[in-house]
């Protein structure tokens, strides 16, 4: 059963950063593309960024290219956020999705429960 | 990228279907068979429900079916049910420069 367990939100000033980690377990981590997803208060769903099974292709959403890095650690089976220059807009849910394939895929096949991103001063 | 065009809400009483749609471009809905469709309940993550236009995930009621025509895809459910009240977004693969484009929400109720 796939079970993924986002972590790291909090509140934090604009201009600063965050790391938000993914843990996965009960399925082969290393061999799927994974995604992160963010859903602000208005109930809007927003991608934000997705990694191949390996690291080697990262590809972003406009509006966090260059301020946003993802990246994984296979041999621990988590997915990483890196979140610089933060903006109020960028308070949001933050969720990792796996995706069905070992690169972006068509879906967002399994999602976990989310963590939360306030960006305020 | 715009975000995709749902109805705001949609609303049927047991047993009646709904249909839910889905507005976008040829460098989105239209120009691929990548679109999918996500069910959230109150507090809850996302749940996938339907992929590639109008394949059912494995569990997923095939009350649920999905399909597109031209630039717009839809979500179908027939025999509503009190517990498929709930928020629905769609989903698809972009030619442009953000890979992927969600559609702005649609609540359903169930009278």
């Known amino acids: 059963q796939v079970q993924l367990v986002e972590s790291g939100g909090g509140v934090v000033q604009p201009g600063r950063s965050l790391r938000l980690s993914c843990t996965a377990s009960g399925f082969t981590f290393s061999t799927y593309g994974m995604h992160w997803v963010r859903q602000t208060p208005d109930k809007g769903l927003e991608w934000v960024a997705v990694t191949s099974y390996d690291g080697g292709s990262k590809y972003y959403a406009d509006s966090v290219r260059g301020r946003f890095t993802i990246s994984r650690d296979n041999s621990k089976s988590t997915l990483y956020l890196q979140l610089d220059s933060l903006r109020v807009e960028d308070t949001a849910i933050y969720y990792c999705?796996?995706?069905?394939?070992?690169?972006?895929?068509?879906?967002?096949?399994?999602w976990g429960l989310g963590t939360l991103v306030t960006v305020s001063s | 990228q715009s975000a995709l065009t749902q109805p705001a809400s949609v609303s049927g009483s047991p047993g009646q279907s709904i249909t839910i749609s889905c507005a976008g471009t040829s460098s989105d809905v239209g120009g691929y068979e990548y679109v999918s469709w996500y069910q959230q309940h109150p507090g809850k993550a996302p749940k996938l429900m339907v992929f590639d236009v109008s394949n059912r995930p494995s569990g997923v009621s095939s009350r649920f079916s999905g399909s597109k025509s031209g630039n717009t895809a839809s979500l179908t459910i027939s025999s509503l049910q009190a517990e498929d009240e709930a928020d629905y977004f769609c989903c698809s693969y972009s030619s442009g420069t953000t890979a992927f484009v969600f559609g702005s929400g649609t609540t359903v109720t169930v009278l």
């Open positions: 999705a796996k995706s069905s394939i070992a690169v972006a895929g068509s879906k967002f096949e399994s």
